[in-house]
């Protein structure tokens, strides 16, 4: 057995037997959320590090206001930090009889908005560096869909600039055990705080009916007819809304599936990585054997990770890394924390490609409008993959909770190897090699023959510059 799948202190249950689909377009992912909470008749606990107010986010909380209304008891746990300035819709949800909403690591200085966060940190505040970046849906108990979206139209193949290329998993069956279970360890921690006790906004339910309103407005407006037009041409669909989608999911024995999560304490610095996520992944990397393929939209390796790799490929293991490029990436502190690590993989024999850009969407230092690979995941020797909210970076191993399942069959690892291979091909992706001089080039295909280049293309000389300074700022720790 691969020893990813050994017992863990981190928070797990193991699987008498599973269903499993890995699903990497966002119209079937929107689609299976709705129908999903369509089909509930007990239960909805939902937990996303962001909800955006947006085209998808609207509509999905409609789905949410409805199930209520059938009855469902919905329990919504969102992080804090896009949580800031939207009490009152999230009061006004709140204000139904069977919807509880929970933030976590919630700022004391919330009528201050975005600037009180800022404040409160540099007052000492810290603790709130630690977000809880998991995602889940689950519905009664029976079934569940995890990965790397949150919720909002980037995620979903809805926004008109660009969109994120990102990976679910549905789990059906006794694995959505594991995920309930971590769920209840996050809705009972103490910083997970019922929205009442830390929100002025007013409780009214002519707030609800107003937003009720609003969203069903949203469904039938003519601006939402495109996005609904594209998700009744998905494949799954119908067999998606009508509940009888079981049958695209694979069969898993017992022992295949394994569902971890950072314990909830992580986010109060007091948790040693050992128990956590990252000790499980190192341990699912260090036991490959041939080949090792990681989908990181954020891959800052570290000293540390890239001295584990380089020690992979001496092995003999292939080490194949498709991440974003710098003209991809919303983040350009990140790419500045990655691309000191470039050479050094390189020299070891590690292939590394850089995802071409989805749209003209603008950037920051340190915020997010986007960008355009969002997929965490990684397969091993074609036996075992991994999905989940994990990047490769400091802070996915440090600061951020995180969550992730480990699936142990050779069919759903061609299904990811198969998505690494789309990602990495030359119509995605550029593939980074060093020339003479241990320069650095990007090579592409034009019309079946190769492009290379000797600068991070389709950037400007400003982004450039903008990265190479941000390289050597004291700042990894926190990427």
Not at 18 to 25: E, K, R, T
Not at 338 to 356: D, F, N, S, T
Not at 367 to 388: E, M, N, P, Q
Not at 445 to 472: C, K, N, Q, S, Y
Request: proline fraction near 5%; hydrophobic fraction near 45%.
């Amino acid at each position: 057995m691969s020893a990813a799948l050994q017992p863990s202190k981190a928070a797990e249950v193991r699987t008498p037997e599973a269903g499993v689909a890995l699903v990497p377009d966002g119209l079937t992912a929107f689609a299976a959320r709705v129908a999903a909470l369509r089909a509930a008749t007990t239960s909805a606990d939902l937990q996303y590090y962001a909800w955006h107010g947006d085209l998808t986010g609207r509509l999905l909380a409609r789905e949410v206001i409805h199930a209520a209304d059938r009855g469902v008891a919905v329990r919504l746990l969102l992080d804090d930090m896009y949580a800031i300035g939207r009490e009152r819709v999230l009061a006004a949800m709140e204000s139904h009889p069977r919807i509880q909403v929970r933030l976590f690591n919630a700022t004391a200085w919330r009528s201050f908005g975005p600037p009180g966060l800022v404040l409160e940190m540099l007052f000492g505040g810290w603790h709130l560096d630690h977000r809880m970046h998991n995602k889940a849906w689950i519905v009664d108990g029976t079934c569940a869909i995890a990965g790397g979206r949150n919720i909002g139209d980037e995620y979903f193949d809805a926004s008109g600039h660009f969109n994120f290329r990102d990976l679910d998993l549905i789990l059906r069956g006794p694995p959505v055990q594991a995920m309930q279970r971590i769920f209840e360890s996050y809705w009972s921690h103490r910083l997970a705080r019922p929205l009442r006790r830390i929100s002025r906004a007013a409780y009214r339910r002519r707030a609800l009916r107003k937003l009720a309103r609003q969203l069903d407005a949203a469904w039938a407006a003519p601006a939402a007819r495109p996005f609904f037009e594209r998700v009744a041409a998905t494949p799954l669909l119908a067999r998606l809304l009508s509940g009888a989608a079981g049958g695209d999911l694979l069969a898993l024995p017992a022992a295949a599936v394994r569902v971890v999560a950072d314990p909830p304490g992580k986010a109060t610095g007091a948790v040693p990585v050992a128990d956590c996520l990252a000790a499980a992944i190192h341990d699912a990397l260090h036991g490959a054997e041939r080949e090792a393929l990681i989908i990181s939209p954020y891959f800052v390796p570290g000293v540390d990770g890239t001295a584990r790799i380089e020690a992979m490929a001496r092995r003999g293991v292939r080490v194949s890394v498709v991440t974003n490029s710098l003209a991809a990436t919303d983040v350009v502190a990140v790419h500045g924390g990655y691309a000191r690590y470039r050479e050094r993989l390189l020299a070891a024999g590690v292939e590394l490609h850089e995802l071409k850009p989805s749209g003209d969407e603008g950037r920051s230092v340190f915020g997010s409008r986007g960008a355009s690979l969002h997929t965490k995941a990684f397969v091993i020797d074609g036996r075992l993959a991994f999905v989940g909210s994990f990047n490769l970076d400091p802070r996915s191993i440090a600061l951020n909770t995180e969550m992730g399942t480990f699936i142990e069959d050779a069919r759903v690892a061609e299904q990811l190897r198969a998505e690494h291979g789309r990602l990495t091909a030359p119509a995605c992706s550029w593939r980074v090699c060093t020339g003479p001089g241990g320069r650095l080039s990007w090579t592409t295909e034009d019309g079946g023959r190769p492009v290379t280049t000797r600068h991070e293309p389709d950037t400007t000389l400003r982004m450039r510059i903008l990265a190479r300074m941000l390289r050597w700022l004291p700042i990894e720790s926190k990427l």
